[in-house]
């Protein structure tokens, strides 16, 4: 990375900004990803933005879902985080390995996330780079205990990803049938 670069991420992880569980379903195939680009977008009406790796196999599976289950983990949930964030869906079915239940759609919902919410996909935007944004809406929350913190950035530093920041510059956003 360049200067700029270095100083952007440096900055940005200053934020310790909460992570999150991405999962969906389509086509057959359900996936699920951890996410730190996320955020609340509208007021009235909810959205919520995330912003997804075109490296993911959670990206392949959500390109053509409609439906989508946005989990915040616990910050004791490391073991969760590692699965998510440290295994790639496209050699690892990480469902086999938690507790989940089928949401509507299929999109899994995690058994030890219970503060979540399940929502629509409105829009979908590729700038390019490499993340897309997934314009979600709000469709019903489940609201579990208040955990005593949520599990953040500085948390899941020692988490390798599933995939290298060179596999991320997938060009498109992949159609059916591709």
Not at 71 to 94: C, I, R, S
Not at 143 to 148: A, D, L, M, N
Not at 153 to 173: F, K, N, S, W, Y
């Amino acid at each position: 990375m360049d200067d700029v670069s270095d100083d952007f991420a440096d900055l940005m992880a200053r934020g310790d900004q909460a992570m999150i569980i991405l999962t969906t379903a389509s086509g057959g195939e359900r996936s699920g990803c951890l996410v730190g680009f996320h955020s609340q977008s509208g007021i009235d009406p909810p959205r919520y933005a995330v912003w997804l790796s075109k490296a993911n196999h959670t990206f392949q599976v959500g390109a053509l879902a409609d439906t989508f289950a946005v989990h915040f983990p616990a910050a004791d949930q490391m073991e969760l985080a590692a699965l998510f964030g440290g295994e790639t869906g496209d050699e690892v079915d990480k469902f086999d390995r938690c507790a989940w239940t089928p949401g509507p759609d299929g999109v899994p919902l995690l058994d030890d996330c219970p503060n979540r919410f399940v929502a629509r996909r409105e829009g979908l935007v590729d700038v390019g780079a490499d993340h897309v944004c997934l314009d979600l809406a709000p469709l019903g929350v489940d609201r579990g205990p208040s955990p005593e913190a949520l599990l953040r950035l500085h948390h899941v530093e020692g988490i390798d990803p599933g995939h290298g920041a060179e596999e991320r510059q997938r060009p498109t956003v992949p159609t059916a049938g591709e």
